[in-house]
Structure formats: C-alpha cells, structure tokens
C-alpha cells in the first residue's frame, strides 16, 4: 500500500488552489469544449498536427540532443513519409508497426500512419523471439518501420517476420527525399472513432494484449489532460526520455505539446547521470516522468546544481507521495501535473489544481468499490450490486462505460469482455475493471495505491506474471513456478518474485538460470528473488498460493532457499542481508559497465 498518501481532500484546499485558476480559464474552456465532440466527428490526430503545423509553422516542435525541427518542416516530412507508406500499398483501416527506440524519425513515422488512417503498431523493441512474433501477429502490420538500432529484436525471431515489407529508417528517409510534401487528402476525412495507435500491455495470458488507442480517446486525453491539466504554452519545451512506444509519450506529452503550440524534447533513453544535461541541452521548462525516474533522480549525491534548470511542471504518474515534497523542493518543481491513466482505461486523472499527493480529478463517471482481496475482484452485495467506498478508503477503480467514454478495448475479443463489470449498480450499465486499488480523496480525487491482478508493475513497465512463469518453465531443471510482485520501501511498483519447484535429481543453478531468463525475457521482467520450494499448490491459477507467497516476501525461511539476482553475469546467488537495501539505492541487480550509468525504460 502507499505510504503517507494523502487521505482526503477538502473544502480549505479547494478555496486554495481555484484562485490561482484564474489566468487559466482560457486553456480550461478549450478543454471543455473537447469534450462535446462525437465519436462520428471528422476529427483526428493528423488533422490536430496538420492545424498545428499550420499556426505554429516557424516554432520548433521536436527538439533532440539540441537540434530543433519545425512545426513546417516536420509536417512536411511526415508527408512524405505518409507518401511513402501508401506507395507500399498502406490505406486507410491497414497497420503500420514501427520498432524503433526513440528518435524522432519514430514519432513522424507515426504521426504518417494516422494521417493516412491507418494505425501506428507501437511495438516494445525489448520484446524478443516468440513474445515479438507473437506482437507482430496480432499487427498484421502492411509495413514495418525498423529502427537499425533495433535489429537485435529482430533477429531473435526464428523466421522472417510477418509482415507485409519492413522498411528500414535509412531506406524510408532515402524514397520520403524524392516524395510529395503535400497533405494526404484522406486525412481530413477520418473520424474521431476509428483507431489510430496500438499500445502493448502485458497480458493475462502470459502474451502481451494489444490495447487500442482510438483518435476519439486520444483527443479526449488532449482535451483533459493537455488543455486543463498540463496547460503547455507555445514558449514551452516538455522534455520526453520515456519511450515512444508508452502512451506517457505518444498520448500525454504529444497532445500536451500540439494542445499548446509547444516544443516535445525527445531524449534517447534515461540516463541517471546525464539526465539533467539533456534537460539543460534541449532548454526544457517541463518533463515527463514515471516514478521510479524521480526516485533515481533523487538517489543521486545532491549538488549545488539540482536547482539549477528552468523545469518549472513535470508530468507524470507514479510519484510517490513520500518524497513528493523533497523532490520539487530539491529540484525547484512548482508544479506537478501527476495523472493516473492506463492505456486501455476510457478515463484519465489529473491533478489540474497543483495539489500535493494526488492523481488529481476525473470529470467523467467512475466508481470507487470494495473488492475481494483473494480474487481481485469487486465485491458485490446480497442484492448482487456493488458497493462503494466512502472517502479516504482504498477500493478498486471502476470507470463507466458510456458514449461519451466508449472502452475501445482489445485486439482480443475475450480479452475485453474479461475487463468489463456488467449490471454493478443497475440492470444494464457496463463499467470498465481498471484493476488497480486507488484512495478515493473527495471531491472527484483519488490517489494511486497498488495493482491488482496477474500483473505487477517494475521499471515503469507491466510483467505478466504468467510471461515470467512461461519462461522460467522453460527451464530444463525447473517443475513448476509461481511468479509475483513484493514490495521494496524505497521503490516504485513490485519487484518480481518467484518461487519454484525443480525436477527430480536437478540443483539449483543460479548462472544458468540467470542466463536462460535474460534470453527470454525483458531485463525488468527478470525476476530478482528466486524462491526454491518441495512442493506447489496445484489449482488452475494458484491465487490461494500467491497470496501466501506474497505475505512472505523476501523472508528467508526453514522451508525454502532462497536466491537473489546479482545480474545476467553474476546469475542469482544465496540471499545476503544488505541485497533489499542494494535494489532500494538502484545498486543491484548490477548491470554491465555502460548500463550501470543508464537506466532504461
């Protein structure tokens, strides 16, 4: 559970905050009148940028490592590169995947997609072999947009993979030369409902689920969090290392920036020691964040320097209440814009009034109810109806299904079906099951808790407990296993957690296994403690059991041995006093030289 979240929010903190709203009101009633658009209207994310391009032509619009691209020149790229797509056979309902780390080549290329109507297949370039193939079948992608950089993801696959062509940035940047500037036509004739991006989300199954991103729920996000959240003038620039294949990226820092004529700094990746550099290098007054980049930063030796940079809004979700005020007080942060989304929820957050410890307001219907801590659940009643929470109590978050917030849902029909809550409080209504536990604060406020379910959060990335278990499955010496998240004070999300049985006659080898998982998995899905165990409860989903596991943690006990992660050379070695405390400083598990310094997500 989250420590020192605050508990309610009242009447003296809003007479606080609604003065300081006043020069606001512009950006907050352009912000409403976002919200009386219909999914059937002709409105997209091509034809935002295309407007923005239009008003904004001279400013910069994306910066990198100093160099500045503008509105103009950025749109006429994205053109051509859209030419180029269509000349591939790419129309309007087709995929294009784009597997890049973060450049801006990536972003154009998905900003061409949607002006064309297709839809821009954001793939995660950590995937790798089956977990990839299996990515990219979902896609069905006309054309895939590779990165060189990310080749490696590629190669881990066992054949060609399945897509119509793959496109190299280098070849594409090569025919988009010689290609129209020109508008596509078609870009003016896409509707608010059709879809435009695909964003990866860890899967129940063990396989990540591709979440849909319509224009309508993308420009929704514009109007909430963009126009009356964040609030980005045109002098401003948000500086972005998230990756691009993350809506903190593709949906809150775009449509912050296209919202206010602003300038998106696209950084490669985070690197702890360089952070503050690239943010002094691209001139940024905001960022982006995910928590456990704040906590990193805040890690770091302190320096007569920390206040000196012109950041003056950071944007993002998971920044822990208990070093909310050490952060912006070390750093000079006068506003935190913390929002809580996901990227298949039908609603957003935002902290619009610059309150302390919250993910801020929510103007559209949700619920805040009791669940089942066995099942994850919402709890109903004996007239089978559910039951809310009252304020300053812990639930599950529940949004409403409406026409004004539709759940678009996943690529897998019975996936979606699985995250909808029929008939909750009357005969009929629908609400969306966002499986996380939220504070419910008052006076349309909540504040973020923890996550329920078969996924835990790590490194700002959902794992699959049931992916992990697969791979450790795979294992030659390895019977059965259980995955799960622990907490670690200190950190942000649930460090991964597993415990399993070995086959008859095998040892425990921490090296290999090490090795075996890094193959297979993601570096921040790899479990960091190893629980070796006689015996698993052997039910369908092993609820009961995780449950027991969990309360357990990281106690070393009579039963079990138990093996911490040292890193994909050290392997996993016996448990020491000191390794929690290790993880807690970002010490451990140790990396290779150059990743030591940088710290990916």
């Known amino acids: 559970m989250a420590v020192d979240a605050r508990q309610?929010?009242?009447?003296?903190?809003?007479?606080?905050?609604?003065?300081?709203?006043?020069?606001?009101?512009?950006?907050?009633?352009?912000?409403?009148?976002?919200?009386?658009?219909?999914?059937?209207?002709?409105?997209?994310?091509?034809?935002?940028?295309?407007?923005?391009?239009?008003?904004?032509?001279?400013?910069?619009?994306?910066?990198?490592?100093?160099?500045?691209i503008t509105y103009r020149d950025a749109n006429e790229l994205v053109n051509q590169y859209a030419a180029v797509f269509a000349d591939h056979g790419v129309k309007r309902g087709d995929v294009v995947g784009i597997l890049s780390k973060n450049r801006p080549e990536a972003l154009f290329a998905a900003l061409a997609a949607v002006k064309l109507g297709a839809t821009a297949g954001m793939l995660n370039y950590n995937q790798r072999g089956d977990v990839l193939e299996h990515s990219l079948g979902i896609l069905e992608a006309r054309v895939l947009v590779l990165d060189e950089n990310a080749q490696e993801a590629l190669d881990s696959l066992d054949g060609e993979p399945k897509v119509g062509a793959v496109l190299p940035l280098k070849k594409l940047a090569e025919l988009a030369a010689t290609a129209s500037t020109a508008n596509p036509k078609v870009t003016a004739e896409i509707q608010a409902k059709e879809k435009a991006f695909y964003i990866f989300t860890s899967g129940t199954t063990g396989m990540p689920k591709a979440s849909l991103m319509s224009h309508f729920r993308w420009l929704k996000s514009m109007s909430g969090l963009g126009n009356m959240g964040v609030r980005l003038r045109s002098n401003d620039v948000i500086y972005c290392c998230l990756p691009l294949y993350h809506n903190n990226a593709l949906t809150v820092t775009l449509s912050s920036v296209l919202a206010g004529g602003a300038t998106m700094a696209i950084g490669r990746q985070f690197s702890v020691s360089n952070f503050w550099d690239d943010v002094r290098v691209n001139k940024a007054t905001a960022f982006t964040y995910i928590g456990e980049l704040c906590r990193y930063l805040l890690t770091q030796p302190e320096k007569p320097s920390d206040r000196d940079n012109s950041v003056k809004l950071i944007v993002?979700?998971?920044?822990?209440?208990?070093?909310?005020?050490?952060?912006?007080?070390?750093?000079?942060?006068?506003?935190?814009?913390?929002?809580?989304?996901?990227?298949?929820?039908?609603?957003?957050?935002?902290?619009?009034?610059?309150?302390?410890?919250?993910?801020?307001?929510?103007?559209?219907?949700?619920?805040?109810?009791?669940?089942?801590?066995?099942?994850?659940?919402?709890?109903?009643?004996?007239?089978?109806?559910?039951?809310?929470?009252?304020?300053?109590?812990?639930?599950?978050?529940?949004?409403?299904?409406?026409?004004?917030?539709?759940?678009?849902?996943?690529?897998?029909?019975?996936?979606?079906?699985?995250?909808?809550?029929?008939?909750?409080?009357?005969?009929?209504?629908?609400?969306?099951?966002?499986?996380?536990?939220?504070?419910?604060?008052?006076?349309?406020?909540?504040?973020?808790?923890?996550?329920?379910?078969?996924?835990?959060?790590?490194?700002?990335?959902?794992?699959?407990?049931?992916?992990?278990?697969?791979?450790?499955?795979?294992?030659?010496?390895?019977?059965?296993?259980?995955?799960?998240?622990?907490?670690?004070?200190?950190?942000?999300?649930?460090?991964?957690?597993?415990?399993?049985?070995?086959?008859?006659?095998?040892?425990?080898?921490?090296?290999?296994?090490?090795?075996?998982?890094?193959?297979?998995?993601?570096?921040?899905?790899?479990?960091?403690?190893?629980?070796?165990?006689?015996?698993?409860?052997?039910?369908?989903t092993f609820k009961s059991q995780k449950v027991a596991l969990r309360k357990l943690g990281y106690e070393e006990d009579s039963d079990s041995d138990l093996y911490v992660l040292r890193g994909k050379s050290g392997g996993y070695e016996k448990a020491y006093d000191g390794y929690v405390a290790e993880v807690a400083a970002g010490k451990a598990p140790k990396l290779s030289t150059r990743k030591m310094r940088t710290c990916h997500y």
């Open 8 to 68: 309610k929010i009242g009447v003296t903190d809003l007479a606080v905050a609604l003065p300081k709203m006043v020069t606001e009101v512009p950006s907050l009633l352009k912000g409403l009148a976002g919200f009386t658009r219909k999914p059937d209207h002709k409105a997209s994310i091509g034809q935002i940028f295309q407007d923005a391009a239009a008003k904004n032509s001279d400013r910069p619009f994306v910066r990198f490592e100093g160099e500045s």
């Open 316 to 540: 993002g979700n998971g920044l822990r209440p208990e070093i909310w005020e050490e952060f912006t007080e070390r750093f000079g942060i006068s506003r935190v814009a913390e929002f809580y989304g996901a990227s298949e929820c039908n609603i957003a957050f935002i902290n619009a009034l610059n309150m302390k410890k919250t993910a801020g307001i929510c103007p559209l219907p949700y619920a805040v109810v009791q669940y089942d801590e066995e099942s994850g659940k919402a709890k109903r009643g004996q007239d089978g109806k559910l039951r809310k929470v009252g304020n300053g109590e812990v639930g599950l978050l529940l949004s409403k299904i409406t026409d004004r917030a539709p759940f678009d849902g996943y690529s897998d029909d019975k996936a979606t079906e699985k995250k909808m809550v029929r008939d909750g409080f009357k005969d009929g209504d629908a609400w969306f099951d966002t499986g996380d536990l939220v504070r419910k604060q008052g006076f349309m406020h909540v504040a973020f808790v923890d996550r329920l379910g078969d996924t835990f959060r790590w490194k700002g990335e959902n794992v699959a407990t049931t992916q992990v278990e697969g791979a450790l499955g795979g294992h030659s010496s390895v019977d059965g296993a259980v995955v799960y998240g622990v907490d670690i004070e200190g950190t942000d999300g649930k460090a991964g957690m597993a415990a399993v049985t070995l086959r008859e006659g095998e040892t425990f080898d921490g090296k290999t296994m090490a090795e075996h998982l890094y193959d297979k998995l993601p570096t921040y899905a790899v479990p960091l403690f190893v629980r070796v165990v006689d015996s698993l409860e052997q039910t369908s």
